[in-house]
Nanobody, 123 residues
Framework: VQVVESGGGLVQAGGSLRLSCVAS????????IGWYRQAPGKERELVAS????????NYADSAKGRFTISRDNAENTVYLQMNSLKPEDTAVYYC?????????????????WGQGTQVTVSS
């Protein structure tokens, strides 16, 4: 599985950006896709995730009401629409594909990360 992010950039506070994550490879094994971010000097944190089977979504408190995660089956793409951006949203945003493979002994889980895309929000 490979994931590639795009869509980052520089935007003023209050503006919007849409990030894209394109998945390829053994995508049928992907259980969920999540967007994470990491600001300088801080730990990587989950922003939003979506279960591919039923499209159930999950958001960090900081993202609720401003960000929307969605998927396009035909394009094997997951989007993160970010509105009302704040300077504190500045970070490198990473796409993560969580894979679950069921085997005789149980299941194995893997995480695949993209290279990240920089989002900078100016005040």
């Amino acid at each position: 599985v490979q994931v590639v992010e795009s869509g980052g950039g520089l935007v003023q506070a209050g503006g919007s950006l849409r990030l894209s994550c394109v998945a390829s490879g053994s995508i049928s094994n992907i259980n969920s896709i999540g967007w994470y971010r990491q600001a300088p000097g801080k730990e990587r944190e989950l922003v939003a995730s979506i279960l591919l089977e039923n499209r159930r979504t999950n958001y960090a408190d900081s993202a609720k009401g401003r960000f929307t995660i969605s998927r396009d089956n035909a394009e094997n793409t997951v989007y993160l629409q970010m509105n009302s951006l704040k300077p504190e949203d500045t970070a490198v945003y990473y796409c993560n594909a969580h894979v679950i493979v069921y085997i005789i002994e149980g299941k194995s889980e893997f995480d695949y990360w993209g290279q990240g895309t920089q989002v900078t929000v100016s005040s």
